[in-house]
């Protein structure tokens, strides 16, 4: 008989792996706040994604017009990139963010925009005490949380009307899944969309899905394939010199292309939009 998987074990697993990995990061540069140098860029490039076409935005923007005067709270609301163009057509948006960082980024982009109707909570979720919202959205947040369920019911009875959840679906046969399937045995190197659908279902929760448009995010690129390796022992914690090094290099060589005077990695990440009806 083939072994269920318990996804909510899974998913803990997976974001204990990556906590591992961050803390180390995070003492090795010595930084309390990881967005400290980062929350600028990262605004940056969240401006540059929205200057194209996106179904998610178009999608979850259509909820706020179809019910005037509504409350959105949005967890993990980082420097404004879903709170701003809510807050234009919801009554209220509450911010929810902990990096002191994002935060001053986020005050800055609002002046810029001249939007005034977002209250911001220094704090995380769900530790974070609010009333109940018609929506609630967390857009690629969750990832370090390791008790999803929990998480998931918050969000739940938080909101009036949906609870809507953006994440990452990575491909099947993606770099990272014929790693993690090499070194961890299961075809998952973080937590994703399809950890978290089968946590969902797992506990009850039987959400709608709209996958992304295919090119949302820029591909990765390496200066060498020895970079490349470099990048994927780091995400999976490898030492510096590993039983898995030849698998992986052979795996690069044949997955990444020349283009520009740099290695790029192949498309093989999309977003997955889940969304369920709250219960507030």
């Not at 960082?101 to 609010?130: F, K, S």
């Not at 969309?193 to 089968?198: D, R, S």
């Not at 030849?246 to 192949?266: I, Q």
């Amino acid at each position: 008989m083939e072994k269920v998987t318990d996804w909510v074990k899974l998913w803990q697993e997976l974001v204990e792996a990556q906590s591992h990995m961050l803390k180390k990061k995070k003492s090795s540069e010595g930084e309390d706040d990881h967005w400290r140098d980062k929350a600028r860029s990262f605004s940056e490039s969240v401006k540059q994604r929205w200057a194209k076409p996106d179904s998610h935005r178009d999608f979850i923007l259509s909820l706020l017009k179809a019910n005037p005067g509504s409350t959105v709270l949005d967890i993990g609301a980082g420097t404004g990139g879903w709170a701003i163009p809510m807050a234009r057509l919801a009554a209220k948006v509450t911010a929810i963010e902990p990096s002191p960082e994002m935060i001053r980024v986020l005050r800055e982009n609002m002046d810029e925009e001249g939007v005034r109707n977002v209250e911001i909570i220094r704090d995380t979720w769900p530790e974070a005490g609010v009333e109940p919202h018609n929506f609630s959205l967390c857009s690629h947040s969750m990832y370090g949380f390791p008790d999803l369920p929990a998480f998931v019911r918050s969000m739940t009875k938080a909101s009036k009307n949906t609870c809507l959840m953006l994440m990452r679906a990575p491909s099947h046969d993606a770099i990272m899944a014929k790693a993690a399937m090499k070194i961890w045995g299961h075809p998952h190197d973080s937590p994703n969309f399809q950890v978290a659908y089968g946590a969902l279902l797992q506990i009850g929760i039987y959400p709608h899905v709209l996958m992304g448009d295919p090119d949302q995010w820029p591909p990765w690129t390496s200066a060498s394939y020895e970079d490349a390796l470099t990048e994927v022992k780091r995400r999976f914690a490898l030492e510096s010199s590993s039983d898995h090094d030849a698998f992986l290099l052979d795996l690069l060589k044949s997955r990444l292309t020349f283009r520009d005077e740099k290695y790029v990695w192949p498309q093989e990440v999309r977003s997955a939009l889940v969304y369920w009806k709250g219960s507030a």
